[in-house]
């Protein structure tokens, strides 16, 4: 089982934090990441919501009572633009008919995009899955630094990995 490291937590809770628009997350390990995000959750307090469409919004620590009126994508974002307190609606993209929704929901719903003080969007999706709107409108929170060098031990020196 993929376990995020703790560095790799507070990142995420930071750039969640910090965020000036809504943001997306792109890994195959999304039971993972929603499993830290509850983490963040517990330990800092921080209300966050999780939806399904079979549900609507919840609340990730305690996954009881669904919000009412948010099973559709467009009604959960309309209702989160209507909070007055701070909260994270996180929308996991990672089966098709989530990913065709939220694909068929976002471009026309800009005006539910937009993040405030008390408000913030993570969309969760598939590494392989292509969905250009995020891209070219949100902020990618990327779990690996891609600009990272990778180094090996050889011959008692480090250099450079072919990896």
Known sequence: MFKLSLSTVNNIEKKIRNA?????????????IIESLRQISVRSGMAIYIWSSEL??????????PLPATRSILEALKYANKNHYFAVYVFPAVNTVDLLEI??????????????????????????????????????????NKHTKKYKLRDGKWVLSDV
């Open 20 to 32: 000036q628009v809504f943001q997306y997350i792109a890994s195959d390990n999304s039971e993972e």
């Open 56 to 65: 609507g919004l919840v609340n990730i620590k305690s996954r009881q009572t």
């Open 103 to 144: 694909k068929s929901t976002l471009p026309s719903a800009q005006i539910y995009l937009n993040v405030n003080d008390n408000t913030r969007f993570l969309f969760l999706i598939n590494e392989d899955a292509s969905f250009n709107y995020l891209a070219v409108s949100g902020e990618e929170i990327e779990l690996v």
